[in-house]
């Protein structure tokens, strides 16, 4: 029954870290990467199960973040604290993705034996977050460019404010209030 048991949670564990696209780790120091979930080959685009890459910063670690993903390693080790970095990674296809990783150092007789983490895919995300980006600098753009004002109505306060453009195209003076309270 343990045992059953166990498989089933484990089995369950497993099937949360694929839907969270969350891959589990471990690395001792001086020696690289000595485990790897599924999750984790499937994030780099290895097959599982395959050799674990004993060169992974510069394998897979995309090159502007070598030295970002090797000091948190370090200070890891060093300070004995946990770490969580955004970073792009090399796949084994050579494109670049964004993921989440942590870290924390395990202890034993006062010494880390061993660094443990997560890491999650996180590429959608932060592709979705960068074409916001794009669109608001574009609006801003298209704004400025069409030299029109831009005003805000306050629905608690009933106060609208607005921009310069705004108040000369009103013919209101700069930082002008009116009786009805419009700026």
Not at 31 to 39: I, M, T
Request: proline share 5%; with cysteine.
């Amino acid at each position: 029954h343990a045992r059953d048991a166990l498989q089933a949670s484990n089995s369950l564990l497993q099937q949360a870290g694929r839907l969270a696209r969350l891959g589990v780790w471990e690395d001792m120091p001086a020696r690289g990467p000595v485990y790897w979930s599924d999750v984790c080959y499937d994030i780099h685009g290895l097959p599982p199960g395959s050799p674990l890459p004993q060169d992974y910063v510069q394998r897979h670690v995309a090159p502007a973040w070598h030295d970002t993903f090797r000091n948190a390693l370090r200070r890891c080790i060093r300070e004995r604290v946990e770490w969580s970095l955004e970073i792009e990674i090399v796949r084994a296809d050579g494109r670049l993705v964004w993921m989440r990783s942590l870290g924390e150092p395990v202890i034993e007789n006062g010494r880390v034996v061993r660094i443990r983490g997560v890491m999650q895919d996180i590429d959608a995300s932060k592709r979705a977050e960068a074409l916001v980006r794009e669109r608001e600098a574009l609006l801003s753009l298209t704004l400025s460019a069409a030299n029109l004002g831009l005003w805000d109505w306050n629905l608690h306060t009933a106060l609208v404010t607005g921009d310069q453009r705004w108040l000369a195209m009103r013919g209101l003076p700069p930082n002008a209030v009116d009786a009805s309270g419009v700026v």
